[in-house]
């Protein structure tokens, strides 16, 4: 096969102006990220959507080696957690569903969770606000794990949030457990299957700094 590249010092050269670009992207997403700052909720509902937008760009494997912006999440949160929970209804579609996407990247990239795997069963996690038209999942299937935005025909287990709840959610300012335990989240299926996602959300922990677990 013809090599798509002249020589090796064009590999050279398209490598440095690929790292030169990515770098340039990481500053910008730092920047914008410190914008968040002090944002009143019409800042919010505008940057919120361009920041996740450039971290899928980035890639999330490479946003969470930053030590600036591995911080991101807690520090949108904690934004988010100073406005009216009305107001983050634009930001819904949004949020969440991107962070499923990001943790199958995640997943995808890690050793120890790639072995995790092997000796898991398949299963199929859906989570949805139907008042907000919220649909993500997480599936294991022959090894392999995917998490997005969507609905999915198969779930062994339906978890059903409303509104007020997930939005709340988002601010950081809600337990998903005691949300369940007074009935503001709905499950629906084989709730061992959602238990069992524990070793990968613990190498989401470990590996990543990220904490998934049931908590707010």
């Given at each position: 096969?013809?090599?798509?590249?002249?020589?090796?010092?064009?590999?050279?050269?398209?490598?440095?102006?690929?790292?030169?670009?990515?770098?340039?992207?990481?500053?910008?997403?730092?920047?914008?990220v410190?914008?968040?700052?002090?944002?009143?909720?019409?800042?919010?509902?505008?940057?919120?959507?361009?920041?996740?937008?450039?971290?899928?760009?980035?890639?999330?494997?490479?946003?969470?080696?930053?030590?600036?912006?591995?911080?991101?999440?807690?520090?949108?949160?904690?934004?988010?957690?100073?406005?009216?929970?009305?107001?983050?209804?634009?930001?819904?579609?949004?949020?969440?569903?991107?962070?499923?996407?990001?943790?199958?990247?995640?997943?995808?990239?890690?050793?120890?969770?790639?072995e995790?795997?092997?000796?898991?069963?398949?299963?199929?996690?859906?989570?949805?606000?139907?008042?907000?038209?919220?649909?993500?999942?997480?599936?294991?299937?022959?090894?392999?794990?995917?998490?997005?935005?969507?609905?999915?025909?198969?779930?062994?287990?339906?978890?059903?949030?409303?509104?007020?709840?997930?939005?709340?959610?988002?601010?950081?300012?809600?337990?998903?457990?005691s949300?369940?335990?007074?009935g503001?989240?709905?499950?629906?299926?084989?709730?061992?299957?959602?238990?069992?996602?524990?070793?990968?959300?613990?190498?989401?922990?470990?590996?990543?700094?990220?904490?998934?677990?049931?908590?707010?």
């Amino acid at each position: 096969m013809k090599s798509h590249y002249k020589n090796k010092y064009e590999i050279v050269e398209n490598f440095e102006e690929n790292y030169k670009v990515k770098v340039y992207y990481v500053e910008e997403l730092r920047n914008m990220v410190k914008g968040l700052e002090g944002a009143d909720a019409a800042k919010l509902k505008e940057d919120i959507p361009k920041i996740m937008a450039k971290i899928k760009d980035i890639g999330f494997v490479e946003v969470v080696k930053d030590e600036e912006l591995k911080e991101f999440m807690p520090k949108m949160r904690e934004q988010m957690a100073n406005v009216d929970i009305e107001e983050l209804v634009p930001l819904a579609k949004v949020v969440m569903p991107t962070f499923f996407e990001g943790m199958a990247e995640l997943i995808a990239a890690s050793e120890e969770a790639q072995e995790e795997l092997e000796d898991m069963d398949d299963m199929a996690l859906q989570m949805q606000v139907p008042d907000l038209d919220v649909h993500m999942f997480m599936k294991i299937a022959d090894g392999k794990f995917s998490a997005g935005s969507g609905k999915i025909d198969d779930a062994d287990l339906t978890i059903t949030i409303n509104k007020d709840t997930f939005l709340k959610q988002m601010q950081g300012e809600s337990d998903m457990m005691s949300a369940y335990m007074s009935g503001e989240i709905k499950m629906e299926g084989e709730m061992a299957k959602a238990m069992a996602l524990r070793p990968l959300f613990e190498v989401l922990a470990d590996e990543y700094g990220l904490e998934m677990g049931m908590g707010g």
